[in-house]
């Protein structure tokens, strides 16, 4: 019991400092930007494809999805940014 308080305690000041970290980014841009949200989306989103369909170890989905959110990325500013 001693540990699930710990551990709800934990996550919650570990979402507090991520909330606080992002209120004060977004305010001090006058303005929100979710396009790095949207490419963190791809990269997970990638991650998960590749365990799951190719059956590629974890730590390798990691550089590999980072590559393919790197790349769509590029693509994206040059063509719609």
């Not at 004060?24 to 369909?53: D, E, S």
């Not at 550089?63 to 769509?72: D, R, V």
């Amino acid at each position: 019991m001693l540990t699930i308080v710990f551990d709800g305690i934990a996550y919650g000041m570990l979402l507090f400092i991520l909330a606080l970290g992002l209120s004060v980014t977004m305010r001090l841009m006058n303005f929100i930007n979710q396009a790095h949200v949207a490419f963190a989306m791809l990269g997970g989103y990638l991650t998960v494809a590749l365990m799951q369909t190719h059956g590629v170890p974890f730590l390798l989905c990691l550089p590999l999805a980072f590559i393919g959110a790197a790349l769509a990325g590029a693509v994206l500013e040059r063509t719609l940014y």
